[in-house]
């Protein structure tokens, strides 16, 4: 599990060190950050064997927001 989030941030540094000078608001950086993450969170959920239901998730972040 820990090569797993050792890549994760490697992945999030490398991103924003290739892609300082392109991004031109914030965003495009809050999108990054988002879709990196739940990238992290599908491989976690692979590795511990347990299914993630993303219409469950989605419908639950949702409810929050209202």
């Known amino acids: 599990m820990i ?7 490697l992945f999030i540094c490398g991103g924003f060190v290739l892609h300082r ?6 965003k495009e950086k809050v999108i990054f950050v988002a879709t ?8 976690i959920c692979i590795f511990v064997r347990y299914p993630l239901d993303l219409n469950k998730a ?3 972040i ?3 927001l209202r």
Do not use: E, F, H
């Open 3 to 9: 090569p797993l989030i050792v890549c994760y941030a």
């Open 21 to 26: 000078r392109k991004w031109q608001n914030t």
């Open 36 to 43: 990196t993450s739940l990238g992290l969170v599908m491989w």
């Open 58 to 60: 989605i419908a639950v």
């Open 62 to 64: 949702l409810d929050g």
